[in-house]
């Protein structure tokens, strides 16, 4: 283990170049070309066995140890978001309108220098390990579940996997037994009313006023048809209705997200929404259109992998707090994973102490202490070596 952290010291400062590299190169979820090209690349010169285009954009690479036990999966996501960045950093995106704004960069520069310090202990290692590298978690239906369907999981015993977090302090390690994340959905509504003059608005179906009843209706959901103990969230994120200031609007359309750690209160909201578009319309006398899409289930980790990465994780240099926390309304397709095969996701904490404003996630100026690589790093492949000895 000591031979692992001192190999992964040397390497830290490869790890801060290639996630400089990542985020000054950002692809968009399911455009990835050159991304998992540089990865396939990294991985070929370690003499690891390697497959491309898996699940179409997807990367996986193989590490055989000389010596037989069980087969480990890690897994990094590599695709950017449709943000501009605003950071004025050295390593600044090179193209607008895209920015690696969720730590994804970090992600793969982390798996990639693991993957390095992992095959100079190939020689004594217990079993295999798969690195998967993952296209397209922003954008659902996600890469997650193309590339398991295109084999990525096969022979696989255990997965491990952690996403950088900017809003935990640098050096925490977070966990979550059982339900983690919430499966995340989304929905749009067309209302279709009747336009008409401005100062004639008993001629007309004013869409907006039916929508913004709607809206408020809508947010009765959680608040009295949602047992009050089951985690959910409705949020509408668009309103459009488009005209100029004389004109009431002949249609408006609305969209938001829904986000459920139970399938049960998932089928519930997505009834309720219906059952509430169509008494609000019915007593407007206006039509409408409404698709709910299912976006990630949950995020569900096996309590046993979990507990066991909890304890790996407070032998790690650097990790000074390991702590669970409660389960988080965010949407992740790490989940298919852990519907095939057991295993654990966590958050390694990516705030720098000394920061005075922290950006969260998807956003503009959103960053992270590049430490936090080092400290995944160790914990990633802590839980790696521990795991192939334990169960050899």
């Known amino acids: 283990m000591e031979a692992l952290y001192d ?28 991304t998992p090209k540089y990865i396939a690349e990294y991985h070929k010169k370690l003499g690891h066995e ?8 997807g990367v996986v690479a193989y590490l055989k140890g000389r010596k037989p036990g069980p087969t480990i999966a890690l897994r990094a996501d590599f695709d950017a978001l449709p943000i501009q960045e605003e950071n ?66 096969e022979g696989v015993d255990v997965i491990f996997g952690t996403h950088l977090w900017s809003t935990i302090p640098l050096e925490d390690i977070t966990y979550c037994p059982g339900p983690f994340m919430a499966a995340a959905d989304r929905f749009e509504i067309k209302i279709q009313g009747k336009g008409g003059h401005g100062a004639l608005p008993h001629l007309s179906k004013d869409s907006i ?9 809508l947010q009765q959901i959680v608040s009295r048809r949602v047992d ?9 994120g668009s309103f459009v ?35 509430i578009l169509k008494g609000v ?17 949950p995020v569900v980790n096996h309590e046993q992998e979990t507990e066991f990465l909890a304890r790996i994780a407070k032998t790690v240099p650097g990790v000074k707090n390991v ?28 705030m720098n102490p000394e920061w005075e404003t922290v950006y969260p996630h998807h956003h503009p100026r959103f960053n992270i202490d590049e430490r936090a690589m080092l400290i995944a790093a160790k914990t990633l492949g802590s839980a790696t070596l521990v795991y192939c000895n334990e169960n050899k």
């Open 281 to 297: 319309a019915l007593s407007a006398d206006v039509t409408y259109s409404y698709s709910y899409k299912k976006g990630y289930p």
């Open 7 to 34: 190999k992964l010291d040397s390497l830290f400062l490869e790890m801060v170049e290639i996630r400089r590299y990542l985020h000054q190169h950002p692809e968009l979820s399911f455009e990835e070309v050159e």
């Open 50 to 57: 390697v497959r491309t285009e898996v699940g179409k954009r």
């Open 209 to 217: 006023v039916i929508g913004s009843q709607l809206v408020l209706n």
């Open 241 to 275: 209705a488009q005209n100029a200031n004389n004109i009431i609007a002949d249609t408006a359309q609305v969209s938001g997200t829904v986000r459920t750690l139970s399938e049960q209160t998932r089928i519930v909201i997505e009834k309720e929404i219906e059952r």
């Open 228 to 236: 009050p103990l089951e985690p959910a969230v409705l949020s509408i």
């Open 88 to 153: 004025e950093v050295p390593y600044k995106s090179k193209y607008d309108g895209k920015m690696h704004a969720c730590g994804h960069d970090g992600h793969t520069a982390t798996l990639l220098v693991l993957a390095k310090a992992l095959n100079t202990m190939k020689e004594e290692l217990n079993g295999n390990i798969v690195f998967i590298h993952q296209h397209a978690e922003e954008l659902a239906p996600g890469g997650a579940i193309a590339m398991i369907e295109d084999g990525c999981l």
């Open 323 to 350: 702590r669970q926390i409660a389960p988080l309304m965010i949407g992740e397709d790490f989940a298919y994973y852990m519907q095939h095969v057991k295993g654990a996701f966590f958050l390694t904490g990516a």
